[in-house]
């Protein structure tokens, strides 16, 4: 009996060594960073350089590159490597116990940790995988008008940004997603390709440039198509005139952790190049090996390694959107990671009225963090796909069309620290200071918060064109030596109230209070001017 016992005991001894997890394995320093900050065009892009000087970030070992012999060391030892963090200084490899052991002792190596956070498996039939995509209306909208796409900017009160003359151009997104199925072809996308918009990309899951292969997941493409299609006479994203990098980091075929090291490589890449926003539509908290599940207690920001990463994306002065989730109606209704990190900037879905959709997932946070930051149209949202316009749900389309909105007001104030962005956003928003857990601050008001980064510097009128007083009470005055075509006065929303009548001197004693914008085209150039009537 006891040498059967015994058996039994080595049996399992030996199944659990040679069992592998996904580990991350920390190295403990990195000896030839001195040559990074020698050369830190060597690593960083002049444009991400710039950025950090613009909001006083200072460079860190976290910028250098990796230690490479480091790198190899691992691979000596027998592991596959293909994903590694610079952020987080190491690799992640396929280990079992043993294996662990050895690489605690490696001289280089500071610490091991596995993606499995606990120690018994979570059991997956008490959290429903969520549904972290959208739910499609597959009808394509064929008699489409601009007045049902104007429905979700207005919602946010991003035309007056528009009509100010901000639409992203100068800014730079990058969209973290599945793939982009459609956008080198479709004709919703000649604008931005045509113009040059279209930066770069990357698939860091099949480790390739190929985001555009029609066997991948189109859902990068639809929540691209929010933020940047454009359909004459019929349809134009958030911020059309963005620059745009594109990179896959999800495999939605499968639910493996290693997805959160993709991303995290992704958000590193973009932060090399420079960009202002990432806007992702991806959450995670159950997989397909359930040793690596999350429970509602693991979403407090810090323990999923892709929260953290996120949060160092914020650090690097890039403004992080992401999707709070699609969980509502599944026994696990709250939110998912990365969307429970303090720094991002969470978006919950509301529908045409207000009211928050009924898929929308709850926050707050494990730690009681308000999660959503806020809200944004997320029911029959509209967007361009391909070659025509459609429609579709999601938290995942309420992420790009409030991204697009945000790097218009980067645009407006580029010299904003996103971390005040940030709480501009949330105190304008509708329900502000309360908060509600699917709505988080509210439903977002661009519109509200432009007038307020505008109203904080000194107004700025063209050096080849100044109207003043402003404020003015009745007569508002033009100086240029350009010759003036047409003036048209719009109102605080963008509405269109009238053309005015060229003159020195135009008279707005009859208009009622408020912020008004002028668009005045000259011989040389077109101009937006803001005036605020008393």
């Known amino acids: 009996m006891k040498k059967i016992l015994f058996l039994l005991s080595f049996i399992f001894i030996i199944l659990d060594n040679a069992q592998t997890e996904l580990v991350f394995v920390y190295f403990k320093d990195k000896p030839n960073s001195a040559a990074f900050y020698s050369n830190q065009t060597s690593e960083l892009t002049q444009k991400s350089l710039d950025r950090r000087t613009k909001f006083g970030i200072a460079l860190t070992d976290e910028d250098a590159p990796i230690e490479a012999v480091y790198i190899q060391n691992i691979k000596n030892l027998g592991f596959t490597v293909t994903d590694y963090s610079k952020w987080l200084n190491g690799v992640a490899v396929e280990a079992n116990a043993a294996q662990v052991a050895d690489l605690r002792t490696k001289s280089y190596v500071r610490s091991v940790e596995s993606f499995v956070v606990h120690n018994s498996t979570v059991n997956k039939t008490n959290a429903s995988i969520p549904n972290k995509f959208e739910e499609f209306n597959k009808n394509t909208l064929t008699n489409f008008n601009y007045g049902n796409a104007a429905a979700q900017i207005d919602q946010v009160n991003l035309r007056p940004v528009h009509v100010a003359g901000f639409t992203g151009a100068g800014t730079t997104i990058a969209v973290i997603d599945t793939g982009f199925p459609t956008v080198n072809t479709g004709s919703v996308y000649s604008r931005i390709r045509n113009n040059g918009q279209i930066k770069g990309g990357y698939n860091f899951v099949q480790k390739n440039a190929d985001i555009y292969n029609t066997n991948l997941n189109s859902h990068g493409?639809?929540?691209?198509?929010?933020?940047?299609?454009?359909?004459?006479?019929?349809?134009?994203?958030?911020?059309?005139?963005?620059?745009?990098?594109?990179?896959?980091?999800?495999?939605?075929?499968?639910?493996?952790?290693?997805?959160?090291?993709?991303?995290?490589?992704?958000?590193?890449?973009?932060?090399?190049?420079?960009?202002?926003?990432?806007?992702?539509?991806?959450?995670?908290?159950?997989?397909?090996?359930?040793?690596?599940?999350?429970?509602?207690?693991?979403?407090?920001?810090?323990?999923?390694?892709?929260?953290?990463?996120?949060?160092?994306?914020?650090?690097?002065?890039?403004?992080?959107?992401?999707?709070?989730?699609?969980?509502?109606?599944?026994?696990?209704?709250?939110?998912?990671?990365?969307?429970?990190?303090?720094?991002?900037?969470?978006?919950?879905?509301?529908?045409l009225n207000g009211n928050s959709s009924s898929f929308s997932s709850f926050g707050p946070n494990a730690i009681g963090n308000i999660k959503p930051d806020a809200s944004a149209r997320g029911v029959n949202t509209y967007m361009g796909f391909n070659n025509s316009v459609t429609s579709a749900n999601g938290t995942s389309f309420a992420t790009p069309l409030a991204a697009g909105g945000v790097a218009c007001l980067i645009q407006s104030t580029p010299g904003k620290n996103p971390a005040l962005l940030s709480d501009l956003l949330r105190q304008s928003a509708s329900l502000y200071p309360n908060s509600d857990p699917q709505k988080g601050y509210g439903i977002l008001n661009f519109g509200s918060v432009l007038t307020k980064l505008l109203s904080s510097v000194e107004v700025q009128n063209s050096k080849n064109l100044k109207i003043f007083p402003n404020p003015v009470t009745d007569i508002l005055h033009f100086q240029t030596k350009e010759k003036i075509i047409n003036i048209e006065l719009y109102d605080s929303l963008g509405r269109k109230i009238k053309n005015l009548e060229i003159a020195a001197d135009i008279n707005v004693s009859n208009l009622n209070s408020g912020v008004y914008y002028l668009k005045i085209n000259t011989e040389k150039e077109n101009y937006i001017e803001k005036f605020i009537k008393k």
């Open 221 to 351: 493409s639809y929540c691209l198509g929010v933020i940047a299609a454009f359909v004459d006479n019929s349809f134009v994203g958030t911020a059309p005139d963005a620059d745009f990098y594109l990179y896959a980091s999800e495999n939605a075929a499968v639910e493996i952790p290693q997805e959160q090291l993709y991303w995290i490589e992704a958000a590193e890449e973009a932060d090399r190049k420079g960009v202002d926003i990432i806007s992702t539509s991806l959450g995670y908290n159950i997989f397909d090996d359930s040793r690596y599940n999350l429970v509602y207690a693991d979403l407090d920001g810090k323990t999923s390694f892709i929260a953290r990463g996120a949060e160092i994306a914020t650090k690097k002065g890039i403004f992080v959107l992401v999707a709070n989730g699609n969980s509502a109606t599944e026994p696990w209704h709250y939110l998912l990671t990365p969307a429970d990190n303090n720094k991002v900037f969470s978006i919950g879905s509301v529908d």
